[in-house]
């Protein structure tokens, strides 16, 4: 008994958190290239992803509100992303406070 309740707790925690986030992609890597309306990401698996933004776009760093122009090369970014057709457009953009390790 105690197995099934367990089960069913954590597959209730998982599927709010999935709909918490409205539906969105989540982007979670390293800074590696930007552009006037694009942010380029490399996450931990090597992959890399492209998201563009707007002045719609929400920023953050840390809990504080920020700017396009405080995103670099080399910072750690969580970006929640609609994805409309090819592309990713992100509606908020959060900057770590810290910067990403070095890759060998």
Do not use: N, W, Y
Request: glycine share 6%.
């Amino acid at each position: 008994m105690k197995k099934h309740s367990f089960a069913l707790t954590c597959a209730l925690l998982l599927s709010t958190f999935a709909v918490a986030h409205g539906g969105m992609d989540h982007v979670m890597g390293t800074v590696s290239e930007l552009s006037s309306h694009s942010i380029s990401v490399k996450a931990v698996d090597g992959t890399t992803k492209i998201v563009e933004f707007d002045k719609e776009t929400k920023f953050l760093k840390g809990e504080s509100p920020a700017a396009a122009s405080d995103v670099h090369v080399g910072d750690r970014v969580v970006i929640h992303a609609h994805k409309m057709d090819t592309t990713l457009h992100a509606a908020e953009v959060k900057i770590g406070t810290a910067k990403a390790a070095a890759q060998k």
